[in-house]
């Protein structure tokens, strides 16, 4: 079945810096979807990417689908303390309108 | 967010009881989603369902069940629960807006 694989794991970065999450499947995606969960919280919606190649901005956060469509990336330029949680990619298997989710990068943030 | 609420929201139980936790909607979405969440594994899915008594297994369905019989409510029952589905559940819609899923609050659930 489909597998998405995300890295890395884990980034602590001083406030400032900036923090890139990868996401990579083992088979084409029709799309790939990201989510930001706080801690303790519950997963949230971020953004959605559909073509090949787009780039999507959301202030500091940008968003990009590769060519082929089997790899993702979620960049934060100049993090902040309310950047902190984890961030999820996750694949639709469109025939089924599931989501097949990465692991998470969970990002701390030093002040 | 978007309506949807998850109850109970923390539970304890002995292993070998059977547990139920709900998800119920007030915006009529057709497809909905429960799913565990633990260290290391992301978010996986246990079952699925896309309407009324139409339901599907995800990824790590064995000893769970699911039942949906009104467009509102999707039950998630471990049969005779197990210290290895300790967990946090999620349950989740798809809003048709966007394709995007809205998540419930959650369920930590510990079998002791």
């Known amino acids: ?111 | 967010d978007a309506g949807i609420t998850q109850s109970p929201r923390h539970k304890v139980t002995e292993t070998g009881t059977p547990v139920t936790l709900r998800c119920h909607q007030t915006e009529n979405h057709r497809y909905m989603y429960w799913y565990r969440q633990d260290p290391g594994h992301g978010l996986r899915l246990i079952h699925y369902s896309y309407g009324v008594k139409d339901t599907d297994k995800g990824e790590v369905s064995d000893g769970y069940s699911v039942s949906r019989s009104k467009t509102e409510d999707f039950l998630l029952t471990l049969e005779s629960a197990t210290s290895s589905q300790t967990s946090v559940y999620f349950c989740a819609i798809l809003t048709a807006a966007n394709y995007g899923y809205t998540f419930g609050s959650g369920t930590r659930l510990t079998v002791v």
């Open chain 1, 1 to 111: 079945g489909q597998q998405v694989m995300q890295i890395p794991q884990y980034q602590h970065v001083q406030e400032g810096e900036d923090f890139t999450t990868y996401c990579n499947s083992s088979t084409t995606l029709s799309n790939i979807q990201w989510y930001k969960q706080r801690p303790g919280g519950h997963p949230v919606f971020l953004i959605q990417l559909v073509k090949s190649g787009e780039v999507k901005k959301q202030k500091r956060l940008t968003f990009q689908f590769g060519e082929a469509k089997k790899n993702s990336s979620l960049h934060i330029t100049a993090t902040q303390t309310t950047d902190v949680g984890t961030y999820f990619c996750a694949g639709l298997d469109q025939g089924a309108q599931k989501l097949v989710f990465g692991q998470g990068t969970r990002l701390t943030i030093n002040p």
